[in-house]
């Protein structure tokens, strides 16, 4: 009974409402090549991933639509001629049944993804104190951590915008993404768990003035776990820059 989709665009398209034709899953047929829209088929906590593509001078934000209001983060995609950019994030919505998502760009090209599933079944009990978020920068940063200090959506738990760090309230398999903006220098940051570094990654704004790197990872946490992104070198970019989290099993 799980929802879940996979669709990517097999072409370049243009237009307020990315239609990815390329459908690779789609288990309730709730995800429409035709609208672009996908339409919760039940209520619950659904998570959604983007990766935007351009190619040429070309630059553009992109951000996901929810029809409930969820206000979502803006995430800029910047290429120079002969060059490819691309920028990927993740967001969650509790929706009901009949709500839909859809991503907006005034423009995508090959290999441009959006996809989602069902986390959870609604619940007001689950919402409260669900450990999930997403949250973004509204000022360059070069501390450790990084505070990613605004919020998306009413409900969100586990992240501090005092402290830039999640604390796990439970043992747990988690999902993290965080994505980097730098502006004319290179960037690297890492994801720390206690303090301990996990890996790294790098932006490299030099050659097109922005640049966004984005990573994934999962990580098995126990009680009181403490997950955060920190600067080795440069200065982390805003307001794209942003960091996202969510439980997917309990343990």
């Given amino acids: 009974d799980d929802t879940a989709f996979s669709a990517s665009l097999s072409r370049e398209v243009n237009g307020s409402t990315i239609v990815f034709n390329n459908e690779t899953l789609d288990t309730d047929s709730a995800y429409s090549t035709s609208t672009g829209r996908f339409v919760a088929p039940r209520s619950g906590l659904y998570v959604f ?8 001078s070309s ?3 992109t951000k996901f639509v929810f029809s409930n209001g969820n206000s979502q983060q803006k995430v800029w995609v910047d290429s120079e001629n002969g060059l490819y950019d691309s920028s990927s994030y993740m967001s969650f919505g ?3 049944a009949g709500d839909y998502v859809y991503v907006d760009a005034k423009t995508m090209t090959t290999n441009s993804m959006f ?12 919402k409260s104190n669900y450990p999930v978020f997403l949250a973004h920068l509204s000022s360059r940063s070069s501390k450790t951590p990084v505070i990613f200090d605004k919020t ?3 409900y969100h738990h586990g992240y501090s915008v005092k ?3 999640f604390t796990a309230d439970r043992d747990g398999v988690y999902l993290f993404l965080y994505n980097i903006e730098a502006l004319n220098e290179i960037v690297r940051t890492t994801l720390r768990v206690n303090g301990i570094e996990k890996f790294e990654t790098r932006s490299d704004g030099r050659h097109s003035d922005y640049d966004d790197t984005s990573a994934v990872t999962v990580l098995e946490l126990s009680v009181n776990d403490q997950v955060s992104v920190g600067v080795k070198d440069g200065t982390v970019d805003n307001p794209e820059s942003l960091f996202f989290g969510v439980l997917l099993i309990e343990m």
């Fill in 59 to 61: 630059d553009f934000y």
């Fill in 163 to 165: 402290t830039g760090a």
């Fill in 115 to 126: 996809a989602g599933w069902q986390l959870v079944v609604n619940s007001n009990a689950i």
């Fill in 152 to 154: 998306h959506s009413s």
């Fill in 49 to 56: 991933m983007m990766s935007a593509t351009t190619d040429g």
């Fill in 94 to 96: 509790w929706l009901n």
